[in-house]
């Protein structure tokens, strides 16, 4: 899985990008075929804003955007809203998909 990491006019300090590193680890645990993790940290008129643009083999793009005050705030709600993405992700590939009436077989009486 590869990781990056932008900083766009904010100064992204070791314990932060420790903090981005280990979540992205932790996206693993869903099971999906993740290639890459974009992270973009930006600062807005309303705050920081951060964005995940996670690439996953075989599936549409999963992006989260997520702005607050404060930057760990933004990195943490941005990792939780992720991880939800990832989990519902994972719950619909996982299921197996439900067969249509034709598929049903007879019971002969």
Do not use: C, W, Y
């Not at 992270?39 to 804003?49: L, P």
């Not at 943490?76 to 009436?101: C, E, Q, Y």
């Amino acid at each position: 899985m590869n990781l990056q990491i932008r900083a766009k006019g904010v100064t992204l300090n070791d314990h932060a990008r420790a903090h981005i590193e280990s979540a992205v680890e932790a996206f693993g645990k869903f099971g999906l075929d993740i290639t890459t993790v974009n992270t973009v940290i930006t600062t807005e008129k309303n705050g920081i804003a951060v964005e995940f643009d996670i690439h996953i083999a075989h599936a549409q793009p999963v992006v989260i955007n997520q702005s607050d005050d404060d930057l760990d705030t933004a990195i943490d709600l941005a990792i939780d809203r992720a991880s939800k993405a990832l989990r519902r992700l994972h719950t619909k590939v996982a299921t197996p998909a439900k067969g249509s009436i034709k598929d049903l077989e007879t019971v002969d009486a």
